[in-house]
C-alpha cells in the first residue's frame, strides 16, 4: 500500500524534490563531460606539441585520403611547405622504383592492415633521395571505427649507406677471399674460447703444455673450430676436388709437428694474443708433405673470436733453397777440409812411395828386405786411391778425360764397390769384351759407379742383387758404351724419378744425404758427351742405363791410372819449385839420378830469385800449384816474361780450381797428379822436352 502511495504521489512537493535532483545530477554529468573534453583537448595538445617537436615525421590522413596533420619533421625531410604537402599525395614524393611495393601497402592501410618499418626511398622537393622507415596504421573511433591512418616515418639514409658500404667491403673481402693467391680459412672459434676459458677456469695455467701432453684435449679443442670458408688457392693447394672437404675439419691435413704447433697457438691465443705466426709441415690430399707459413689473426672485437682468418704461405721451395745453401756451405767446407788432407796425405804418399821405388831399383837390397819394400809401395798405392776418392768427393781433382776401356774401370773398381754393397748384397758384374773405347776422365768415371751403387745400396736395406753390365750399342751410325746399373731395391715412383737427377733433390733425410750423388752422375755423364736414363717402380727395383759415345783409338789395357815409360836419362837444368821439403829432396832426388842438372826453391819468391841468379838456361820448371803466396800459375806467368824458353810442369795433390774453372785439365798444360812415381815424372819431363805442352 505505502509502494503503491508512492508511485501515486504527485503532490507539488514531491515534484519539486524529483526536479532538485534531476538538475544536480545533470550539473554533474556536464561537470564531468566539461572535465574530460578539457583533458582531451590538453592530451591533444600534447600529443599535437610533441609530433610537431618530433625529428621524426607524423602524418594523419582521412578515409578520403586528406592530409589531416603533418608535424614541422615532415616539411624538414621532404621539403613541402604544410601548404605543399596537403597538396601532396603521400605517394608523389616515394621514388618511382619504391611506388609499387609501398602503394600496396598505402592501400592495405585503408583497409585496416597496418605495416612496420617498411623502408622506401623518398625523393625530396629539390630532389634528393633519402631513405625512410615507415609504420603506419589504421586510426579508429571510440566505437572501433576506422576514420584515417597515421603514421610515423624516421630517415634511416645514413645506416643504409653504413649497410652500402659494408656490403661493398665484405663483397671486396670475399673477392680478395676467394681470388688471394695464398691458402686462407675463415673460421669461428667461439666455441674455441669457451674450452679454453674452462681450461683456465679449471686452473690449467700453462695451456700449450697441457695440451701437448693430452693429445685427447687438444683434438677436443680443435674439433671446435667452425670452418665458415674456404678459398680457392687452398682447395689448389690440398688438392681437394671441393671445399666441403676442407670444411669437414683440420685433423687429415695436420701431422705430429702440425699438432705442436696447435698448441701453442691455443697458448698464445688463450693468453690474449689476438695473431700468431708459425712454420710447420702439412699434408696435401695427394700425400705430399709442404711446408707453410702460418697466420692465425683474430678480426678486433674485444671477447669475440667468431671470425678468425687462417693464412697459408708456401714456403716449401723457400725452406729447400735455404737446405740447399747450408749444404752447399757444408759440402763446401768438407770439400775444403778433404781437398786440404788429401794434400797433405798426397805429400806423405809421396815420399812413402817414391823412396820405397828408389831402393827397390837398388841392387844390394836383399830379397826379405825388398819384400817389405813391396809392400810399403803397396800400401802407398792404396793410399793413394783413398786419396783420389777425397778429391773426387771434394771436386778438387782436376778432370782429365782421356782415352779409356770402361770394363777395365769397372774390374779395377769391382773390389771396392763389393766393400760398399756388403755381404747381404750379390754383385753380378757382366762385361762385353766388344765394348768401344770413350774418351773420358778415369776418376770420374769411378766416382759415377761409386755413386750408383751407395744409391743402389740404399734402396736395398733388406739385401738383394745388383747387376752392372756393359755392351756395345749402335745409334744412328755411332758406337756407343751402353752401362746398365740395375737393382732389386724398393724402386721410386713416378715424382722421383722426375726429380731423381736434380741437385739436393733426396728421398733421405738431410743427415743421411746430400742429393749431389745423382746429380753428379748425370753432369759428368753429359760432360762425357753421353745421356743417362732411370726406369722404375715402387717395389720393382730401378735401373739406370748410361750411353758413353766410343772413339776408334783403343784404350790403354794397363788398368793403372796411366802408362809410364822406362826411366831414361835426361840433359840440362831443372827448376823444382815445392814448398814440402821431404817431397822437394825427393824430386830432386830422381831428377839428379835421371841426369838432370836441378835448381830448387821452397815457394814463388824463392824461386824468381833463383832463376835471376842462374846465368845458364833452365829448359823446364817443376812447380807444385798450391804454395804459400803466390800460387804455381801465377809464377809459371812470371817466369814467362824472365825466361819465354823455358817450359814448365805443374804439379799437385790438389789445385782448388786454380789449374782450371771447370775442372777440366786443357790439353795444352803439362799436370802431375801428385803422388806420381819416378817412372811418371820421368816421361812426363821427357814428354814436355821432347816437343809436349809447355805450361
Not at 84 to 90: M, V
Not at 274 to 285: H, K, L, N
Not at 348 to 354: A, E, R
Not at 416 to 426: I, P, S, T, Y
Amino acid at each position: 500500500m505505502v509502494i503503491a502511495q508512492v508511485m501515486t504521489d504527485t503532490s507539488p512537493e514531491f515534484e519539486s524534490r524529483r526536479v532538485r535532483e534531476l538538475e544536480q545530477l545533470l550539473s554533474r554529468e556536464i561537470e564531468v563531460r566539461h572535465r574530460a573534453e578539457e583533458a582531451l583537448r590538453h592530451c591533444d595538445a600534447r600529443y599535437h606539441f610533441i609530433a610537431k617537436n618530433l625529428t621524426e615525421m607524423v602524418l594523419a590522413y582521412d578515409m578520403d585520403r586528406h592530409l589531416t596533420f603533418a608535424n614541422a619533421a615532415a616539411q624538414t625531410l621532404t621539403g613541402y611547405s604544410a601548404a605543399d604537402l596537403k597538396q601532396q599525395h603521400f605517394i608523389s614524393w616515394v621514388h618511382p622504383e619504391d611506388r609499387p611495393r609501398m602503394m600496396s601497402c598505402w592501400d592495405r592501410l585503408f583497409q585496416g592492415q597496418s605495416f612496420q618499418e617498411e623502408e622506401y626511398r623518398l625523393v625530396t622537393r629539390d630532389g634528393r633521395v633519402k631513405w625512410m622507415a615507415a609504420s603506419w596504421g589504421p586510426l579508429m573511433d571510440d566505437n572501433g571505427r576506422q576514420v584515417g591512418v597515421q603514421g610515423r616515418e624516421r630517415e634511416v639514409t645514413e645506416r643504409r649507406m653504413a649497410e652500402a658500404t659494408l656490403r661493398v667491403r665484405e663483397e671486396r673481402y670475399r673477392t680478395l677471399f676467394e681470388d688471394s693467391p695464398f691458402p686462407m680459412w675463415e673460421e669461428d672459434f667461439s666455441l674455441v674460447k669457451e674450452f679454453l676459458d674452462d681450461l683456465k677456469a679449471r686452473g690449467v695455467g700453462d695451456i700449450c703444455g697441457y695440451l701437448t701432453q693430452h693429445r685427447d684435449q687438444a683434438e677436443a679443442c680443435v674439433g671446435r673450430i667452425r670452418i665458415l670458408d674456404v678459398n680457392h688457392a687452398a682447395r689448389l693447394f690440398y688438392g681437394a676436388e671441393s671445399k666441403e672437404e676442407l670444411m669437414r675439419g683440420l685433423k687429415p691435413i695436420v701431422d705430429d709437428t702440425g699438432w705442436h704447433v696447435i698448441c701453442e697457438e691455443m697458448g698464445r691465443l688463450a693468453a690474449g694474443d689476438s695473431m700468431y705466426r708459425a712454420e710447420f709441415e702439412t699434408r696435401t690430399m695427394r700425400g705430399e708433405t709442404r711446408v707453410v707459413s702460418m697466420i692465425v689473426s683474430i678480426e678486433p672485437s674485444p671477447g669475440d673470436w667468431s671470425r678468425v682468418i687462417v693464412s697459408f704461405f708456401d714456403i716449401t721451395d723457400r725452406k729447400r733453397l735455404e737446405e740447399q745453401f747450408l749444404q752447399s756451405q757444408k759440402l763446401e767446407s768438407l770439400g775444403r777440409l778433404a781437398g786440404g788432407i788429401a794434400h797433405d796425405f798426397n805429400n806423405l804418399l809421396m815420399v812413402i812411395t817414391g823412396y820405397s821405388e828408389l831402393l827397390l831399383g837398388d841392387p844390394e837390397v836383399g830379397p826379405r828386405t825388398l819384400a817389405g819394400l813391396r809392400e810399403i809401395k803397396s800400401a802407398g798405392e792404396r793410399g793413394a786411391e783413398l786419396t783420389e776418392q777425397l778429391l773426387a768427393f771434394s771436386r778438387k781433382r782436376l778432370g782429365q778425360p782421356r782415352p779409356l776401356s770402361l770394363n777395365a774401370v769397372i774390374r779395377e773398381s769391382q773390389s771396392m764397390l763389393e766393400r760398399v754393397l756388403g755381404e747381404d748384397v750379390r754383385l753380378v758384374v757382366a762385361l762385353d769384351p766388344e765394348a768401344p773405347t770413350i774418351r773420358a776422365d778415369r776418376g770420374q768415371m769411378h766416382q759415377v759407379l761409386m755413386n750408383l751403387v751407395v744409391n743402389a745400396r740404399e734402396a736395398m736395406p733388406q739385401g738383394g742383387e745388383l747387376h752392372i753390365e756393359t755392351a756395345h750399342s749402335v745409334e744412328d751410325g755411332s758406337s756407343f758404351v751402353r752401362v746398365r746399373v740395375a737393382d732389386t731395391g724398393v724402386g721410386m715412383d713416378e715424382r722421383t724419378r722426375q726429380h731423381v737427377f736434380e741437385p739436393f733433390f733426396t728421398t733421405k733425410s738431410t743427415a743421411k744425404g746430400t742429393g749431389l750423388g745423382l746429380a753428379t752422375v748425370f753432369g759428368v755423364i753429359t760432360q762425357a758427351g753421353g745421356r743417362i736414363t732411370v726406369s722404375s717402380e715402387p717395389g720393382d727395383g730401378s735401373e739406370f742405363t748410361i750411353f758413353l759415345p766410343g772413339i776408334p783409338t783403343p784404350a790403354k789395357t794397363e788398368p793403372a791410372a796411366e802408362t809410364t815409360a822406362p826411366a831414361s836419362s835426361g840433359w840440362g837444368t831443372v827448376l823444382v819449385v815445392e814448398d814440402q821439403e821431404d817431397v822437394r829432396r825427393l824430386t830432386v832426388l830422381i831428377l839428379k839420378s835421371l841426369g838432370y842438372d836441378v835448381l830448387e826453391a821452397a815457394d814463388a819468391n824463392e824461386a824468381m830469385a833463383v832463376s835471376e841468379g842462374f846465368r845458364g838456361t833452365i829448359r823446364l820448371m817443376l812447380t807444385d800449384v798450391i804454395m804459400p803466396g803466390m800460387n804455381g800459375r801465377q809464377l809459371a806467368e812470371r817466369m814467362a816474361v824472365l825466361r819465354p824458353e823455358m817450359k814448365v810442369v805443374f804439379m799437385s795433390g790438389y789445385t782448388d780450381r786454380i789449374m782450371s774453372p771447370n775442372g777440366v785439365l786443357d790439353s795444352s798444360v803439362a799436370y802431375l797428379q801428385k803422388p806420381f812415381s819416378s817412372e811418371q815424372l820421368s816421361a812426363k819431363v821427357r814428354q814436355v822436352l821432347d816437343g809436349g805442352p809447355t805450361r
